[in-house]
């Protein structure tokens, strides 16, 4: 499985937007972009995906480059409850999500 | 709302001792999953089974053994808890195994081997 990179931090303040990169360069034709997040003392929960074109959902955009090999999700407005470990994940079709360090987002009021 | 519900939020075992979790989803999913969480480690998959009855080995399945006996319940059995298998586990599920197929996960059980 194709892996990530992620910043392993980052900072927003409170209602501002926040945009997250991510790179994957290895990326392969079958492989859709995921993006879960992990509040504290939680299970991980689901945020977007995507495949070739951008995306949009109630909780965030996710932009994706032409050439795939890079992915950003965008938090439109930033609140505290969004202060959470964002994963970047890329899956195939064997089911498996390959977790990495993922990036910590502080929300500051 | 799917649901995936785990059987203790926090358990403290002693060496030696058998472990069962327990997870049980309620959307009628074909997959479930086992990872375990640790610092620095990130989430790794343990095992995973796509059908009653069907296991799979995922990364770290040493140490582990699984049961699906219905489709909605899946457990993680530990033979011999040992002090290196204080963790946090966590069960998701997702109705089929493509790439654009979301899993849903519980909320975790931490598990401490004493």
């Known amino acids: 499985d194709a892996k990530t990179t992620q910043p392993n931090s980052m900072e927003s303040n409170e209602e501002e937007p926040v945009h997250l990169p991510c790179n994957h360069s290895?990326?392969?034709?079958?492989?859709?972009i995921h993006w879960y997040r992990q509040l504290p003392s939680q299970g991980p929960e689901y945020v977007i995906h995507g495949l070739t074109s951008n995306v949009n959902n109630r909780m965030a955009s996710l932009a994706i480059a032409e050439d795939r090999k890079s992915s950003t999700l965008i938090l439109h407005r930033a609140t505290l409850r969004d202060a959470a470990v964002y994963y970047c994940?890329?899956?195939?079709?064997?089911?498996?999500?390959?977790f990495g360090q993922g990036t910590t987002l502080q929300v500051k009021p | 709302d799917v649901k995936v519900t785990q059987s203790s939020r926090y358990l403290v075992k002693r060496t030696g001792e058998k472990v069962f979790l327990e997870c049980v989803q309620d959307m009628d999913h074909e997959n479930m999953f086992w990872y375990r969480q640790d610092p620095g480690l990130g989430l790794r998959l343990i095992y995973f089974s796509y059908d009653v009855k069907m296991k799979e080995k995922g990364d770290i399945p040493e140490g582990y053994s699984v049961s699906r006996e219905k489709k909605e319940r899946f457990s993680l059995i530990l033979e011999s808890a040992s002090t290196n298998q204080t963790s946090m586990y966590l069960c998701?599920?997702?109705?089929?195994?493509?790439?654009?197929?979301?899993?849903?996960f519980g909320p975790g059980t931490r598990l401490l081997v004493l």
């Open positions: 998701a599920s997702s109705s089929r195994l493509a790439g654009a197929e979301t899993q849903y």
């Open positions: 290895t990326i392969s034709g079958t492989d859709y």
């Open positions: 994940i890329l899956r195939g079709n064997t089911g498996k999500l390959i």
